[in-house]
């Protein structure tokens, strides 16, 4: 499977937070971490960083959270089914990286069951986007739909894999694929997926405590910026 990486940028500089994030080690059992601060880029990069990503609720957009226990896929680890593989193979779907950042999020947060990916949420990221940061793994169908995607924030050594979808069978499965590969490829050794799901289990997540996750963050990603704190 080829991957056109033609658009993917380098990131740049961010401004320093101006929030100062709890240790995400001291979360509540629920994972909770704060609320409050904004989706301002360095925000959201610094909050990743302590092993902390936001998950807008009901009712509070601003919510911040680092669960136990926590979801990666290990690098080499990604589960490849049968019927999975026989699609890889005939080659009928096209991958690119960076392509179309904005539709990929806009599909992701299309739900018929309702989103938690708000305006404020999505605007955040595509900032992320253009700054080089954030990046989304687009799957074209032979006649140049898009069929399935996925999007996720770069921090160092760490992807965080935030949302995907899919239109056509597979394709959101292939797009993980891509992220795999482009993750060892970019010499990415952590790929955080959040919270395990049936869809992700299958593809060969696996759940680790909170503490075995940050230490294994804390090799890979620079040391957060410290600066006011949300409100807890």
């Known amino acids: 499977m080829e991957i056109d990486v033609s658009r993917v940028k380098e990131s740049q500089p961010l401004a320093r937070s101006k929030y100062r994030f709890p240790d995400a080690a001291s979360a509540s059992k629920r994972g909770l971490v704060g609320m409050g601060a904004d989706f301002a880029p360095e925000t959201i990069v610094a909050a ?83 700054l080089g940061w954030a990046h989304s793994f687009e799957v074209w169908s032979a006649d ?6 996925l999007y996720g924030l770069r921090v160092d050594g760490m992807f965080g894999a935030e949302s995907m979808f899919y239109r056509e069978r597979d394709a959101s499965k292939v797009a993980m694929v891509a992220m795999m590969r482009w993750a060892e490829r970019e010499g990415i050794s952590l790929v955080d997926v959040q919270v395990r799901t049936d869809h992700t289990a299958r593809m060969g997540a696996i759940e680790i405590r909170r503490l075995t996750y940050l230490r294994r963050l804390a090799a890979v990603v620079g040391p957060a910026q410290r600066a006011a704190s949300p409100r807890r």
């Open 48 to 130: 990743y960083r302590g092993g902390i990503f936001p998950w807008p609720h009901p009712g509070e957009e601003l919510l911040w959270f680092s669960p136990d226990p926590r979801a990666i896929i290990p690098i080499g680890g990604l589960h490849v089914s049968r019927r999975l593989a026989r699609t890889l193979r005939q080659e009928r779907l096209r991958v690119t990286v960076d392509a179309a950042f904005r539709e990929v999020i806009r599909c992701c947060a299309d739900r018929a069951e309702g989103t938690w990916i708000t305006d404020g949420y999505r605007r955040g990221y595509e900032r992320l986007h253009e």
């Open 144 to 149: 140049g739909q898009l069929a399935g995607g």
